[in-house]
């Protein structure tokens, strides 16, 4: 019910204070609520069967392509007209920009996928994934408003994107939202977003990434997720393969705590770092 609670305060939000005219906001609402409703199911089973199964993993990556190909599609018609339409820009280069063409749904469908289980497998600890969420969060909120300025973005060398500078307050309901939510996630939590709420604000960071083509700054904003979902998937392929374990146990938060550290302590800690990526991911739009 904690995801639940989450999205619709968020898309209360959008709807109250949003030009909810503007096509990148009908999209993020869109594909936001899409990617809650697949977790909702996963949840719904887990709690109807009383076991930690849920949906197949299969049928979920399924759904979650799915919603993440008619998204990309959506977004390439809105973004028709702009000349960035197949770009990726890299960061702390002022010029370093290739045009991958149609290989760019490849590579959105990683992202938005990869970004909405990333957040999903960090939610393992009480209050672990929720700030990680705020500081992205403002990353995006600043990103937003940068592509959406004809002045600020050719001042600092970024694609100017007419119209993204409405995600700025998708991004602050985002922000607002899980404030919120946090305050009865704090260890110890009485409250739970679940796959409903980690695989929607996933899902809408990577769509957000994708729409600012900012998809490299949130490889470095959301550092602590990819450092998750890659101790995930590590320890996965070597004991498949090498019947051996890298971690004690995998994500890496569940590692610390097998490795004598204090729940609180490992939130925190993660918490920090989760601070200086964030910092490092808006410094790269001066280092150029």
Request: no cysteine; charged share 10%; proline share 2%.
């Given at each position: 019910?904690?995801?639940?609670?989450?999205?619709?305060?968020?898309?209360?939000?959008?709807?109250?204070?949003?030009?909810?005219?503007?096509?990148?906001?009908?999209?993020?609402?869109?594909?936001?609520?899409?990617?809650?409703?697949?977790?909702?199911?996963?949840?719904?089973?887990?709690?109807?069967?009383?076991?930690?199964?849920?949906?197949s993993v299969?049928?979920?990556?399924?759904?979650?392509?799915?919603?993440?190909?008619?998204?990309?599609?959506?977004?390439?018609?809105?973004?028709?007209?702009?000349?960035t339409?197949?770009?990726?820009?890299?960061?702390?280069?002022?010029?370093?920009?290739?045009?991958?063409?149609?290989?760019?749904?490849?590579?959105?469908?990683?992202?938005?996928?990869?970004?909405?289980?990333?957040?999903?497998?960090?939610?393992?600890?009480?209050?672990?994934?929720?700030?990680?969420?705020?500081?992205?969060?403002?990353?995006?909120?600043?990103?937003?408003?940068l592509?959406?300025?004809?002045?600020?973005?050719?001042?600092?060398?970024?694609?100017?994107?007419?119209?993204?500078?409405?995600?700025?307050?998708?991004?602050?309901?985002?922000?607002?939202?899980?404030?919120?939510?946090?305050?009865?996630?704090a260890?110890?939590?009485?409250?739970?977003?679940?796959?409903?709420?980690?695989?929607?604000?996933?899902?809408?960071?990577?769509?957000?990434?994708?729409?600012?083509?900012?998809?490299?700054?949130?490889?470095?904003?959301?550092?602590?997720?990819?450092?998750?979902?890659?101790?995930?998937?590590?320890?996965?392929?070597?004991?498949?393969?090498?019947?051996?374990?890298?971690?004690l146990?995998?994500?890496?938060?569940?590692?610390?705590?097998?490795?004598?550290?204090s729940?609180?302590?490992?939130?925190?800690?993660?918490?920090?770092?989760?601070?200086?990526?964030?910092?490092?991911?808006?410094?790269?739009?001066?280092?150029?």
């Amino acid at each position: 019910m904690g995801g639940l609670l989450l999205l619709f305060s968020i898309i209360l939000s959008v709807l109250l204070w949003a030009d909810i005219t503007n096509p990148y906001i009908q999209l993020i609402l869109a594909s936001m609520t899409s990617f809650g409703m697949i977790g909702f199911v996963d949840d719904f089973l887990k709690i109807y069967y009383q076991n930690s199964d849920g949906m197949s993993v299969k049928g979920k990556f399924a759904l979650q392509g799915l919603v993440s190909v008619l998204s990309l599609f959506i977004l390439t018609q809105i973004e028709s007209s702009q000349a960035t339409l197949f770009e990726l820009h890299f960061p702390f280069f002022k010029n370093f920009v290739l045009n991958i063409g149609y290989f760019y749904f490849v590579f959105g469908l990683f992202v938005m996928v990869g970004a909405s289980n990333a957040v999903n497998i960090t939610d393992g600890l009480d209050g672990l994934v929720s700030f990680p969420l705020i500081t992205n969060g403002i990353v995006f909120g600043v990103v937003s408003y940068l592509t959406g300025n004809v002045i600020l973005s050719n001042y600092l060398q970024i694609p100017y994107i007419a119209g993204t500078g409405e995600l700025l307050i998708f991004s602050a309901t985002l922000v607002g939202g899980v404030l919120g939510f946090l305050w009865y996630n704090a260890p110890p939590a009485r409250i739970f977003m679940g796959d409903t709420g980690s695989l929607a604000l996933g899902g809408a960071l990577g769509l957000l990434s994708l729409m600012t083509k900012s998809e490299f700054v949130l490889a470095i904003s959301g550092g602590v997720f990819i450092v998750e979902a890659l101790s995930d998937i590590i320890q996965i392929y070597s004991r498949r393969y090498f019947n051996k374990r890298v971690f004690l146990i995998a994500p890496l938060h569940h590692h610390f705590e097998k490795k004598g550290f204090s729940e609180t302590t490992i939130v925190i800690r993660f918490w920090i770092v989760s601070i200086l990526l964030a910092v490092l991911a808006l410094s790269s739009f001066k280092i150029r």
